[in-house]
């Protein structure tokens, strides 16, 4: 339907590794959100991707948008420890992955 | 851009008590506003949405229920608790229009159960 899948769901990485979660959708998506959520925390806006095949950056952040605007993917290169929470793609309020959680270890 | 201010932060109940958990929205008029439940570890379901005062939509079938009796006030209520209704509980907002505003979050209710 329109769910959409999150992979892989936990990830742990050495700091200074590169790091890659995915969202995928069997529907095209009018467009993808993605929310970052700190141990404790509530989940924060990160970027939102609107056009198929766009790329946006944000730092050491890589957002994607699949040419058939039927995934997106976030990669973090050379994680810190400050990057360490749950990375959730929305496609509406509506419908979230369940999300990544990435863990580093220093 | 919004604030939205939640409470309490966290809230332990026994079974079968009553539930009232409060969201109120700063920065904005007439926003869609959401209550999502989070089970430890895991993703954000969506409980509850609204597009206006008195207007809700029910996302699950549950044992809670939820109200807007003013354009930036949302609350959720139980009559009954019961043990399953533990989680992490977060309303969101966003301004009225198109589904491309992103979600502002509350800092959310850690609600327990016993």
């Known amino acids: 339907g329109q769910q959409v899948m999150q992979i892989p769901q936990y990830q742990h990485v050495q700091e200074g590794e590169d790091f890659t979660t995915y969202c995928n959708s069997s529907t095209t998506l009018s467009n993808i959100q993605w929310y970052k959520q700190r141990p404790g925390g509530h989940p924060v806006f990160l970027i939102q991707l609107v056009k198929s095949g766009e790329v946006k950056k944000q730092k050491r952040l890589t957002f994607q948008f699949g040419e058939a605007k039927k995934n997106s993917s976030l990669h973090i290169t050379a994680t810190q420890t400050t990057d360490v929470g749950t990375y959730f793609c929305?496609?509406?309020?509506?419908?979230f992955g369940k999300g990544t959680t990435l863990s580093v270890s220093s | 851009s919004q604030t939205i201010h939640q409470w309490p932060a966290t809230l332990v109940q026994p079974v079968g008590s009553p539930l009232s958990l409060e969201c109120t929205v700063e920065?904005?008029?007439?926003?869609?506003l959401y209550w999502y439940r989070q089970a430890a570890g895991r993703g954000l379901q969506l409980l509850f949405y609204s597009v206006g005062i008195g207007q809700i939509s029910s996302e699950v079938p549950q044992n809670l229920s939820a109200s807007r009796p003013q354009d930036r006030q949302f609350i959720l209520s139980s009559k009954k608790l019961l043990l399953s209704d533990s989680g992490f509980y977060l309303c969101a907002s966003r301004g009225a229009g198109t589904t491309n505003e992103k979600l502002f979050f509350g800092s959310g209710t850690q609600l327990s159960v016993l």
């Open positions: 920065g904005t008029s007439n926003p869609n």
């Open positions: 929305a496609r509406t309020a509506l419908i």
